[in-house]
């Protein structure tokens, strides 16, 4: 089956997120609508979209529109998720998944009353990378766990980007931390908890924004975290480190394993590189997605982790003494 897709705004990340994984899929982009009206036409071109629409309403209630992509900057996933629910259409939404874990849990909620699917575009959680390193944090091959190391840097924005508004609940934490503290959960899930936040630190580009935020945070058995993020730094470093007692394991690239498929790992019987697959983690994500509509195969997260992955950033908001968006 071939899903027919609606996108909500011309999107940077549509490209990679969307455009190139439906096609290689056999998906169907059949409505955009922007605020300008012209961005959307332009778009609609060059991805070869088969009709613009005038408003986001109008491309979730389009008969021939099965699901819904949405893009769209932060402030906005919430409100156009709970309308995309709404109309009974399933959802792949960009991280993260709301302001806040209240309006998260109203998400959720809906969904959950609803009957309809609502993915979390966490993509590097379906790339063979990112399994590898969940299974040698546990297969006993690093030893037991002692801590996580997350680094994500990318240069600055420009000043009218909307990752430093506040009113569009921009910031460090919820553009890169999502993914810091995602990671995080999910290692100390597959260890049999939880993670505590014991401190946060930020850096405030103006009131309320954060330019950089770094948090520790402990780990089930005694493990220890720190997930660092900034958007003020000369270049995209995006690695994830997993030490145990008996060796590591260094992801080069978590967030985008198919620009660099490679696990570093290290053990007393030497240093090993293994590579995963450049295949890109959004097709994964798309692929898992596709499943999940058309024959009800289980997603690896849902709209609980959606909402316990909220709550986690803004704690971390409150440890850094800033207030949730």
Not at 193 to 215: E, F, K, L, M
Request: aromatic share 6%.
């Amino acid at each position: 089956m071939s899903l027919r897709i609606g996108v909500l705004g011309a999107s940077r990340i549509a490209e990679s997120a969307i455009v190139g994984p439906a096609a290689e899929l056999g998906h169907r982009l059949v409505a955009v609508a922007a605020r300008d009206p012209l961005r959307a036409a332009t778009f609609a071109e060059k991805y070869g979209v088969e009709r613009t629409l005038g408003s986001y309403t109008e491309v979730i209630e389009d008969r021939e529109v099965d699901v819904i992509y949405n893009p769209l900057a932060n402030a906005l996933h919430a409100p156009w998720n709970l309308a995309a629910i709404a109309a009974g259409k399933p959802v792949l939404t960009e991280k993260p998944f709301a302001n806040n874990r209240e309006q998260a849990a109203e998400v959720a909620a809906a969904a959950e009353a609803a009957g309809v699917p609502v993915l979390e575009g966490f993509h590097y959680l379906f790339h063979p990378v990112t399994q590898r390193a969940l299974e040698l944090a546990g297969d006993g091959t690093l030893g037991p766990l002692r801590h996580i190391e997350v680094l994500m840097t990318m240069p600055e924005p420009a000043d009218t980007d909307p990752r430093w508004s506040l009113a569009l609940a921009g910031g460090a934490l919820m553009d890169l931390g999502c993914y810091g503290l995602h990671i995080m959960r999910t290692l100390a899930a597959a260890a049999g908890g939880a993670p505590q936040i014991t401190a946060a630190t930020a850096v405030q580009r103006t009131p309320g924004i954060d330019a950089s935020c770094d948090v520790e945070l402990s780990l089930p058995g005694g493990a220890t975290g720190r997930a660092s993020h900034t958007m003020v730094s000369d270049a995209y470093r995006f690695t994830l480190q997993i030490t145990g007692d008996d060796g590591n394991a260094l992801v080069h690239n978590f967030i985008k394993p198919h620009d660099d498929d490679r696990i570093t790992v290290t053990t007393a019987a030497g240093t090993r590189v293994e590579r995963l697959g450049t295949r890109a983690s959004y097709t994964y994500q798309l692929e898992a997605f596709a499943a999940r509509v058309e024959d009800g195969v289980p997603l690896p997260i849902d709209t609980a982790d959606a909402v316990a992955n909220m709550a986690l950033i803004d704690e971390a908001y409150r440890a850094a003494g800033m207030n949730p968006r």
